[in-house]
T-cell receptor, first 113, second 114 residues
Framework: KQEVTQIPAALSVPEGENLVLNCSFT??????LQWFRQDPGKGLTSLLL?????REQTSGRLNASLDKSSGRSTLYIAASQPGDSATYLC????????????FGQGTELSVKP | DTAVSQTPKYLVTQMGNDKSIKCEQN?????MYWYKQDSKKFLKIMFS???????INETVPNRFSPKSPDKAHLNLHINSLELGDSAVYFC?????????????FGPGTRLTVL
């Protein structure tokens, strides 16, 4: 059974800091891993999709890495800004289950000006 | 150009009522999903349809009945609403394939049962 865990549950940093969010999964037989952002009261915005054959994926100030063998992914945010404040979720599609996503509990990020 | 849209955005109703939530995607995807986000913000799959056929049905009470009239639409009908049904319901879509491509989510429908 696939389980996804995110640490820490909450993080508060001053503006300008580089930070790392962690995601771990128990079953390494994944096709890909997706990182999302959720603003309070809003839907999910897809940030990055990293395929199982990739080690990294970058979009602007965001960089996601994937280590299948150790069951880990990290989301690196460079030069954080108050506008980055949101909940960040990682998710993996469940193997042979129609692509349903198994989500972590999320990391609530607050970037203070 | 909204990719995945849901209506209504907010739904407040009494216990025992029947209600529906509609979802439409204009991405040309062949797979659509319903997820439920509970009060602790945890997201969990409910249903998945591929080309109008049900492919995932998690342990969800049979008061919940999804309907897919075509590939671009997946509606969720809920009978005899209960207090515990209060949550945010998200619709999502993706293109199926060997690698389960990126999923795109709608804005959510916040359901409150009084």
């Amino acid at each position: 059974k696939q389980e996804v865990t995110q640490i820490p549950a909450a993080l508060s940093v001053p503006e300008g800091e580089n930070l790392v969010l962690n995601c771990s999964f128990t079953d390494s037989a994944i096709y890909n891993l997706q990182w999302f952002r959720q603003d309070p009261g809003k839907g999910l915005t897809s940030l990055l999709l990293i395929q199982s054959s990739q080690r990294e994926q970058t979009s602007g100030r965001l960089n996601a890495s994937l280590d299948k063998s150790s069951g880990r992914s990290t989301l690196y945010i460079a030069a954080s800004q108050p506008g980055d404040s949101a909940t960040y979720l990682c998710a993996v599609p469940f193997y042979n289950q129609g692509g349903k996503l198994i989500f972590g509990q999320g990391t609530e990020l607050s970037v203070k000006p | 150009d909204t990719a995945v849209s849901q209506t209504p955005k907010y739904l407040v109703t009494q216990m025992g009522n029947d209600k529906s939530i509609k979802c439409e995607q204009n991405l040309g995807h062949d797979t659509m999903y319903w997820y439920k986000q509970d009060s602790k913000k945890f997201l969990k799959i409910m249903f998945s349809y591929n080309n109008k056929e049900l492919i995932i049905n998690e342990t969800v009470p049979n008061r919940f009945s999804p309907k897919s009239p075509d590939k671009a639409h997946l509606n969720l009908h809920i009978n005899s609403l209960e207090l515990g049904d209060s949550a945010v319901y998200f619709c999502a879509s993706s293109q199926s394939g060997l690698r389960y491509n990126e999923q795109f989510f709608g804005p959510g429908t916040r359901l409150t049962v009084l």
